[in-house]
């Protein structure tokens, strides 16, 4: 066994995300759905520190920061990264793991996924081994759908179950305000909302396409382009999301895009818009307001060594 006691611990953030677009396609026969989709991260991040322990420590994991209530240490996915990541190695996961939320769970902006691929990609780093983005794509794949999107960053085109990741040139920088219901999301909320899914809801993956395309030539993404097939369930099968969503609209929001299946929404604001008398306006009706802005590639994944004597040694 490697001295992973002495090597040096890194730290990383993990961003959100946001889908310019989200298609349907169609259900498969293996029970998941056939979707394309749009995503970019956004400045909102947690924090992960990942710190080596000596040999046979095991693993440890705490959750801290204003969001980290009700989150299991034992159970989350960046825990899972680490066991999946060290199998894959053949090594024991010796390691302290630390995750500052920031983003709030369940919203649709990927906290815990985007947790996961900062684990997958320190450890990379930290137990030196030189795996190639597809041998990560593998690993992240199997934790969750959205995962592989955060080890890229950026903007990307997204389909299959959500696994397959076409990257796209950064986005044209744009700042919004993300804007969270106060409302109790229960268990399995993403899984509720595929099967509340009706055929009608399946489209044809144009718009994603059409929008892939725009972002490749630094065109700012058109607002008709900008949909997303959970909108249609919600306005189905949750009147008291709707009703704040309607609120969101009286006290300003011009149009709201959903963030993956939700609740969580953002809407665009421009340069010169005075955010601070936004914010107050959107946090008087009940939402939780985050002023954010896109995050290009770069940003998304650096990591960042701890000091020399910042590494755990137990």
């Not at 890194?10 to 989200?22: D, G, Q, S, T, W």
């Not at 030196?128 to 597809?134: A, D, F, I, Q």
């Not at 890229?152 to 959500?162: E, S």
Request: glycine letters at 10%; proline letters at 7%; charged letters at 25%.
């Amino acid at each position: 066994m490697s001295d992973v006691g002495t090597a040096r611990g890194v730290r990383l953030i993990a961003p959100a995300k946001i889908n310019l677009a989200l298609e349907v396609l169609r259900k498969r026969p293996d029970g998941f759905h056939e979707i394309d989709t749009v995503m970019t991260t956004i400045d909102l991040a947690d924090r992960v520190t990942i710190e080596p322990r000596e040999e046979g420590a095991g693993i440890d994991v705490s959750i801290t920061g204003e969001y980290a209530a009700g989150i299991d240490p034992e159970g989350d996915l960046s825990r899972l990264a680490a066991i999946r990541v060290a199998e894959a190695a053949g090594r024991s996961p010796d390691l302290r793991i630390t995750v500052e939320k920031r983003i709030p769970s369940p919203a649709g902006l990927g906290g815990g996924s985007s947790d996961a691929a900062a684990v997958i990609r320190g450890l990379n780093h930290v137990w030196e081994l030189g795996w190639p983005m597809s041998r990560l794509e593998a690993i992240a794949a199997t934790i969750g759908s959205d995962v592989p999107f955060f080890l890229h960053g950026g903007a990307a085109r997204c389909t299959g179950r959500g696994e397959r990741v076409e990257e796209l040139r950064d986005v044209t920088p744009l700042r919004l305000l993300v804007l969270v219901p106060p409302v109790p999301s229960g268990g399995n909320k993403t899984g509720r909302r595929y099967g509340a899914l009706h055929p009608h809801d399946f489209t044809s993956g144009d718009k994603a396409k059409r929008l892939a395309a725009r972002i490749a030539r630094k065109a700012p993404p058109p607002t008709n382009d900008l949909v997303n097939a959970f909108e249609a369930v919600i306005e189905r099968t949750e009147p008291e999301l709707v009703a704040h969503y309607a609120r969101y609209g009286q006290a300003g929001a011009l149009q709201l895009h959903l963030c993956g299946s939700g609740p969580a929404v953002y809407l665009f604001i421009r340069e010169d818009a005075k955010a601070s008398e936004l914010r107050r306006d959107f946090r008087a009706v009940g939402a939780t307001v985050f002023e954010t802005r896109t995050l290009g590639r770069a940003a998304a994944t650096a990591i960042e060594p701890l000091p020399a004597d910042g590494a755990a040694g137990s």
